[in-house]
């Protein structure tokens, strides 16, 4: 628990970004915590344990995309939990329309933005989760906000023809 409690809220906000339109992040969370538990011996090193955590909620992650369609968004389940109710009405509906966006990217485009944008770790360390170097995560990163770019464009572009 002590090498957890430091980490929590990076972890959360990883979780609830990865899992949208796929599973509940409570799910992905509680699997993964499970794992690592039982895994926990095989970690050499302390220091990684953020980013041991990262690779069993991507499998995990994986595991329930293989067993189960993806969710369309009137099928999500818990949907306010993956939500900020501090937030207005309109920021909510920016944030899911962002997440669907974010399912349509590559994985490695994703899972880069997610950690960088999303979760807050620096460019070194997402290069050390993703085992890459700097200038890898910021190629993924250039090109994956151009992906968001255009599919949050065209997101809005149809919503005001309609």
């Not at 949208?20 to 039982?38: K, Q, R, S």
């Not at 302390?46 to 968004?73: D, E, M, Y």
């Not at 669907?100 to 944008?117: D, G, H, S, V």
């Not at 460019?123 to 949050?152: H, N, P, S, Y």
Request: proline share 2%.
């Amino acid at each position: 628990m002590e090498l957890y409690n430091p980490v929590h809220g990076s972890f959360e906000r990883f979780c609830k970004a990865r899992s949208y339109g796929v599973c509940d992040f409570n799910d992905l969370m509680h699997d993964t915590l499970v794992i690592a538990f039982e895994q926990f011996d095989s970690l050499k090193n302390k220091q990684v344990f953020l980013s041991f955590l990262f690779g069993i909620a991507n499998k995990v992650h994986a595991n329930f995309r293989r067993k189960n369609k993806p969710l369309s968004f009137s099928e999500l389940k818990g949907i306010e939990n993956t939500q900020d109710h501090s937030f207005s009405v309109d920021k909510n509906f920016q944030h899911d329309e962002l997440y669907e966006a974010l399912n349509m990217l590559p994985l490695n485009y994703r899972t880069c933005i997610i950690l960088f944008e999303i979760a807050g770790f620096s460019l070194k360390e997402t290069a050390e989760i993703q085992d890459c170097t700097v200038d890898a995560v910021k190629q993924r990163l250039m090109r994956g906000r151009k992906m968001l770019l255009v599919a949050l464009s065209e997101k809005t572009t149809k919503t005001i023809v309609v």
